[in-house]
């Protein structure tokens, strides 16, 4: 029998060093990187399931894997009560579930602290930035991403990428000069594809991320740093809009759309988001526990328009997205799908929250790096459906498994339990 070498860290390291960079530029790619660290944290907690005295499950694991699987839950349920099985909705929710036995395979590795992490972030952004102008799509008016997204996820996925890069500083000591400048180089790289597509909705994340990160960075002094950075952002958002003339005209257009719709004008941008949520709203309170069925939101539309509620034009809007996460859950999969989202974004903040506290700086930066990535996607999903798409909800859930994974590793004996 042939024994083919099989290594889960060289696997890993791979894999998190490459998936940021093919995330923006490499069209499928993320589920491939996906599969494949799926793959070998499947073979690896095989291989090791009798040689390890600690537990798998523990006061951190169970209810990061609870909170995981309640999307799959919400799903199932709403089917079974309108009693139509369709398996593509769980293409995204799957992903969240799937995420387990990574959590689980990185939690037991060798892989130091999973470093490797802070280098793939930088390193991800400035790759999509060349790339992006090298090769652009244009979507028309001087919006342009990648090959690998449309404008929204692009937009939201480069940003917290350069968030993340941000949080990463100093993550087990000092930066050396050169780490510490590709890391500000990431972060300005990914703020700067973000503003390039011209999608507002992620810019909400910015004002109150850089706040965090101020916050959290270095906890002396906490309310004098404040004091200076709520300025400091509130300049720099001026500047940005007077000196850009793309946030400029961004900008103004939601104030236009603003007054149109006060004025009975209901077909703007702004406007056609605001009929959508109300719709959503609408089917949830019809629908309370159960929605009416994921993907059905779309079929809703005609009925919806013939009542008056949505007008034409926002009937056709209502046939692609919600334009909001937790609203698009409460109307198809009703209260239970609204508790599953709930529990994806808060379960991991309650985790990351206690291991911050930690003295351990892996641990500690892991953590708040996770605060970053869970708000980051929170904000995005409040003006679009972030985890449509199975890549964004890749991305999500494996990052999300990493951070966990590095904050709560057991054999990190001095984080506060």
């Known amino acids: 029998m042939i024994n083919i070498p099989f290594s889960f860290d060289r696997i890993a390291w791979v894999i998190l060093l ?88 990185l939690r037991k590795s060798t892989l130091p602290t999973i470093t490797i992490v802070q280098f793939g972030l930088p390193i991800g952004t400035l790759v999509a930035l060349l790339m992006l102008l090298i090769h652009p799509y244009n979507w028309g008016v001087g919006l342009t991403t990648s090959h690998a997204f449309n404008l929204i996820h692009f937009s939201d996925t480069a940003l917290i990428l350069g968030f993340l890069s941000l949080f990463s500083i100093n993550w087990e000591h000092k930066d050396h000069a050169l780490v510490l400048a590709l890391k500000i180089l990431g972060f300005i790289s990914g703020c700067y594809m973000s503003f390039q597509s011209g999608e507002r909705g992620g810019w909400l994340a910015i004002p109150i991320l850089i706040l965090l990160w101020v916050i959290t960075f270095n906890r002396k002094n906490v309310w004098l740093k404040v004091s200076v950075a709520i300025p400091v952002v509130i300049g720099s958002i001026w500047l940005s809009y007077l000196m850009s003339h793309m946030i400029h005209s961004r900008i103004d257009l939601i104030f236009s759309d603003i007054y149109s719709y006060s004025h009975g004008n209901k077909d703007t941008s702004v406007g056609l988001r605001l009929q959508l949520y109300l719709a959503a709203l609408h089917l949830f309170i019809e629908n309370p526990f159960f929605g009416v069925g994921p993907g059905e939101f779309a079929h809703s539309m005609p009925s919806l328009t013939a009542s008056g509620l949505l007008t034409p034009l926002g009937g056709v809007a209502g046939l692609s997205e919600v334009h909001n996460e937790i609203l698009e859950k409460c109307a198809e999969t009703g209260l239970f799908g609204f ?79």
């Open 18 to 105: 490459c998936y940021p960079a093919l995330l923006l530029t490499v069209n499928g790619a993320m589920g491939v990187m996906y599969f494949l660290l799926l793959l070998a944290s499947l073979i690896h907690l095989y291989r090791i399931r009798t040689s390890h005295t600690t537990p798998y499950w523990d006061r951190y694991s169970i209810p990061f894997a609870l909170a995981m699987a309640s999307p799959i839950l919400a799903i199932f349920l709403s089917q079974a009560y309108h009693r139509s099985f369709n398996p593509a909705a769980y293409d995204w929710a799957s992903r969240f579930l799937l995420c387990i036995p990574i959590f689980l395979a």
């Open 339 to 417: 508790l599953s989202m709930l529990s994806v974004y808060f379960v991991p903040v309650y985790i990351f929250w206690r291991t911050a506290k930690s003295t351990y700086s892996t641990a500690r930066i892991a953590s708040l790096m996770g605060l970053c990535l869970v708000m980051g996607f929170f904000i995005f999903g409040l003006t679009v459906e972030i985890f449509n798409l199975k890549m964004t909800a890749a991305f999500f859930s494996l990052t999300l498994a990493v951070l966990i994974a590095t904050a709560t590793r057991q054999h990190d004996k001095t984080f506060e339990r």
